[in-house]
């Protein structure tokens, strides 16, 4: 009669145990979606379960992590594109203004504004059609196409560009630059670049006053400066100037959602060179963008 009570005892403990067993391994199960719970732990019998499970689970938080990152490049993508976008229409508009405002243009003045808005919206319309081809590729992703480029012409072709940006804004442009500077590079993505620092020396000027533009060609590298006149910018924000969708001073009100500089740094990045922003000495910012020269390439 006691063997039985204790054979009874004994079922009764060992199958408790199991229900207890199973019911910590059930109330794992929801742990595994939770991603800030630490490790799923279960009973020394239960080991190689709470192994699996944890296995699961942090594959479950790499996945999700992922996922969120993709949206996130999905949505810098678009603002890239609408960032690019902007620029050439700015343009059109501005010289399409200057048509309708001025009555005494000249026949010769008229055609080049006319021209000159045409195409641009050629461009808005290519970076359109750039849109979904650039689509397959994530940001960090886009492809380069190198060309001997020459980087005085293009300099040229921005400023031509912003005139009207610059006339709304009775802001002179003074270029210090050699005749003709060939160099091996993406042609479109340094032009918007430049462009970047450009457009962004304008916003950030006080009217009525010179935006100077240095290019210089030195043993080691090419430099590219950007200089204006306005306000300073506290070091602390200096700092994060090329962090993404971080803009240095609201009080501007300039148009702009952050991406901007941060386009400028990567496709600086992306061609081997650098780019460094600090304030001047007498007021507003200057960007140095220095290009590695090529001396093993035919330029």
Do not use: W
């Not at 009555?103 to 050629?122: F, P, V």
């Amino acid at each position: 009669f006691y063997m039985i009570i204790i054979l009874v005892i004994a079922l009764y403990r060992f199958f408790s145990k199991k229900v207890d067993n199973i019911e910590k391994l059930y109330k794992s199960f929801d742990n595994i979606l939770n991603e800030e719970t630490q490790n799923i732990e279960l009973p020394n019998e239960m080991t190689r379960f709470s192994e699996k499970l944890n296995k699961i689970k942090y594959e479950y938080i790499l996945s999700t992590k992922r996922a969120k990152e993709a949206e996130q490049k999905k949505n810098d993508l678009i603002m890239y594109m609408a960032h690019d976008l902007k620029t050439p229409l700015t343009s059109v508009i501005g010289y399409l203004s200057l048509l309708n405002e001025e009555q005494e243009i000249s026949k010769k003045l008229q055609n080049k504004y006319i021209k000159i808005a045409l195409d641009k919206a050629l461009r808005v319309e290519e970076l359109t059609n750039q849109f979904f081809e650039i689509t397959r590729y994530n940001l960090n992703d886009i492809p380069l196409n190198k060309t001997n480029i020459d980087l005085v012409m293009l300099l040229d072709q921005l400023v031509e560009e912003f005139y009207p940006m610059l006339e709304e804004r009775n802001l002179k442009l003074n270029i210090t630059k050699p005749n003709i500077l060939m160099y091996n590079a993406d042609g479109d993505k340094l032009a918007r670049a430049f462009g970047n620092l450009l457009k962004n020396a304008i916003s950030y000027s006080y009217e009525n006053t010179t935006i100077t533009i240095n290019m210089i060609e030195n043993e080691e590298n090419i430099e590219i400066t950007f200089k204006n006149k306005g306000a300073t910018i506290p070091e602390y924000k200096l700092e994060r100037i090329f962090d993404k969708f971080y803009q240095a001073d609201g009080s501007h009100k300039a148009e702009g959602n952050g991406l901007g500089l941060a386009l400028v740094k990567r496709i600086v990045d992306s061609a081997g060179g650098t780019i460094k922003a600090e304030n001047r000495e007498y007021g507003g910012c200057r960007f140095v963008v220095e290009l590695p020269i090529q001396k093993d390439e035919a330029i």
